[in-house]
């Protein structure tokens, strides 16, 4: 056995602005769902660096195609044409049957970049302050607009004044919607993850998307799916809402569709294609040479490998290992999600698991106090997903023994 970690570190960082808690953990490097920090020890990897490693780590083709593009060009501004960007966003469009693509870095920026659309499609019918609708538990970024439309009040204290024009309802509850919106001209979108992340991994019933799809036709709004977590192929289908067999108008995509080099997209329909001219909106590092032969190598390996196939498979199998292990447990609530994105909800806090995985080799996170999140790699094997549960299984019977 390897010695406990402590439960508190030193910052070992002074430099660093301390803004994240931290493991005692420092990661050298990794090899599929495999990672090693610097001491050596190795830990299997059912977080994938926050679902943003789809492929593994050290993939050998996203290797080379990276090592080529780095020698090539790494960046050249958007004063110029980058061929790249129209490679990736052609995929992109065929993928989620949608019709264009901005590019940025980060999903809070994606997110920026549906607000900003939302707005100017509100002020171009003369709606001069326009409203969004919201949702409890969401979570869309940390920049102070998108901060503002997330559903969690710890990520909005201390920084107010919030951006106004949010309108906030529950999740799955169609009628709540038309209530909360009911005579109001000023409405322009609907805006959800269609597997809340963050919040704790709830699920957007595929009735209530389509249910929210027909509301916007009706009223001229635009419904933007924040697939910045649930996208990229994670859930089985290329983006999570394609269960339901509906399209949003905007798209915000992030974390996977790099594999770890930061890569943002805002996928736009027919209705929120054109929002935007010259002048309106843009970033110094989006759609980089880098970062788009990220995002295109990336896509091309999860094609080629049965990614998609993969997480479904492996997905159902943990599922079901997990149930069968912690299902009649007291203390144990339910298991939500889907394909690889998964989450063990206890009635009870478990914060400390994270820590406790991590010293006995497995990597993972806890979301929302009492949910136990799961989004590693689109190449994990069933018998890898079996090392999770021997893993992780004995850790929450111990927690969940242990009393208040
Ligand atoms: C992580 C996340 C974001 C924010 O992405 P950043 O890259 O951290 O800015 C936005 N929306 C969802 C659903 C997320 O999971």
Same mark, same amino acid.
């Given at each position: 056995?390897?010695?406990?970690?402590?439960?508190?570190? =030193?910052?070992?960082?002074?430099?660093?602005?301390?803004?994240?808690?931290?493991?005692?953990? +420092?990661?050298?490097?990794?090899?599929?769902?495999?990672?090693?920090?610097?001491?050596?020890?190795?830990?299997?990897?059912?977080?994938?660096?926050?679902?943003?490693?789809?492929?593994?780590?050290?993939?050998?083709?996203?290797?080379?195609?990276?090592?080529?593009?780095?020698?090539?060009?790494?960046?050249?501004?958007?004063?110029?044409?980058?061929?790249?960007? =129209?490679?990736?966003?052609?995929?992109?469009?065929?993928?989620?049957?949608?019709?264009?693509?901005?590019?940025?870095?980060?999903?809070?920026?994606?997110?920026?970049?549906?607000?900003?659309? +939302?707005?100017?499609?509100?002020?171009?019918?003369?709606?001069?302050?326009?409203?969004?609708?919201?949702?409890?538990?969401?979570?869309?970024?940390?920049?102070?607009?998108?901060?503002?439309?997330?559903?969690?009040?710890?990520?909005?204290? *201390?920084?107010?004044?919030?951006?106004?024009?949010?309108?906030?309802?529950?999740?799955?509850?169609?009628?709540?919607?038309?209530?909360?919106?009911?005579?109001?001209?000023?409405?322009?979108?609907?805006?959800?993850? %269609?597997?809340?992340?963050?919040?704790?991994?709830?699920?957007?019933?595929?009735?209530?998307?389509?249910?929210?799809?027909?509301?916007?036709?009706?009223?001229?709004?635009?419904?933007?799916?924040?697939?910045?977590?649930?996208?990229?192929?994670?859930?089985?289908?290329?983006?999570?809402?394609?269960?339901?067999?509906?399209?949003?108008?905007?798209?915000?995509?992030?974390?996977?569709?790099?594999?770890?080099?930061?890569?943002?997209?805002?996928?736009?329909?027919?209705?929120?294609?054109?929002?935007?001219?010259?002048?309106?909106?843009?970033?110094?590092? *989006?759609?980089?040479?880098?970062?788009?032969?990220?995002?295109?190598?990336?896509?091309?390996?999860? =094609?080629?490998?049965?990614?998609?196939?993969? %997480?479904?498979?492996?997905?159902?199998?943990?599922?079901?290992?997990?149930?069968?292990?912690?299902?009649?447990?007291?203390?144990?609530?339910?298991?939500?999600?889907?394909?690889?994105?998964?989450?063990?909800?206890?009635?009870?806090?478990?914060?400390?698991?994270?820590?406790?995985?991590?010293?006995?080799?497995?990597?993972?996170?806890?979301? %929302?106090?009492?949910?136990?999140?799961?989004?590693?790699?689109?190449?994990?094997?069933?018998?890898?997903?079996?090392?999770?549960?021997?893993?992780?299984?004995?850790?929450?019977?111990?927690?969940?023994?242990? *009393?208040?």
């Amino acid at each position: 056995m390897t010695a406990a970690l402590p439960d508190h570190i =030193e910052a070992a960082s002074p430099h660093v602005m301390n803004t994240y808690g931290r493991l005692p953990i +420092a990661l050298s490097h990794g090899q599929g769902c495999r990672v090693w920090d610097v001491n050596g020890k190795s830990y299997l990897d059912a977080l994938g660096g926050i679902a943003v490693n789809t492929v593994g780590h050290n993939h050998p083709r996203l290797v080379a195609a990276l090592r080529e593009q780095v020698g090539k060009i790494i960046h050249s501004s958007n004063y110029y044409h980058v061929p790249l960007q =129209e490679t990736l966003a052609a995929k992109l469009v065929e993928l989620s049957g949608l019709e264009n693509v901005f590019f940025c870095s980060t999903g809070l920026e994606a997110n920026e970049a549906a607000l900003k659309l +939302a707005r100017k499609f509100g002020h171009d019918k003369g709606i001069e302050r326009p409203e969004i609708v919201v949702y409890e538990k969401a979570f869309h970024g940390r920049s102070i607009a998108t901060l503002s439309a997330t559903g969690n009040p710890k990520v909005q204290a *201390g920084f107010g004044p919030l951006v106004e024009g949010f309108i906030r309802v529950p999740i799955n509850d169609i009628n709540e919607l038309k209530a909360a919106t009911e005579g109001n001209p000023n409405v322009v979108a609907v805006f959800f993850e %269609a597997i809340q992340g963050e919040g704790g991994v709830h699920s957007m019933t595929d009735d209530y998307l389509r249910q929210a799809r027909a509301l916007c036709d009706e009223r001229d709004w635009l419904l933007m799916i924040d697939e910045v977590q649930c996208g990229m192929g994670r859930t089985g289908k290329w983006f999570a809402h394609q269960w339901s067999g509906i399209k949003p108008d905007v798209m915000p995509l992030a974390k996977g569709l790099g594999s770890g080099v930061p890569v943002g997209a805002v996928v736009a329909g027919p209705r929120a294609a054109h929002i935007f001219a010259p002048g309106n909106h843009g970033t110094t590092f *989006g759609g980089n040479p880098l970062a788009m032969r990220a995002g295109v190598e990336t896509i091309r390996i999860m =094609e080629e490998d049965g990614l998609l196939e993969n %997480a479904v498979t492996v997905g159902n199998h943990l599922r079901a290992a997990l149930s069968r292990e912690l299902g009649a447990l007291p203390g144990f609530k339910e298991i939500r999600g889907r394909g690889l994105m998964l989450g063990i909800e206890l009635t009870k806090p478990c914060g400390t698991l994270v820590n406790r995985a991590a010293e006995n080799g497995l990597l993972i996170s806890v979301t %929302a106090d009492t949910v136990i999140r799961m989004v590693p790699s689109l190449i994990m094997t069933t018998a890898e997903a079996d090392e999770v549960v021997a893993i992780l299984c004995p850790l929450v019977r111990q927690l969940l023994q242990e *009393g208040v």
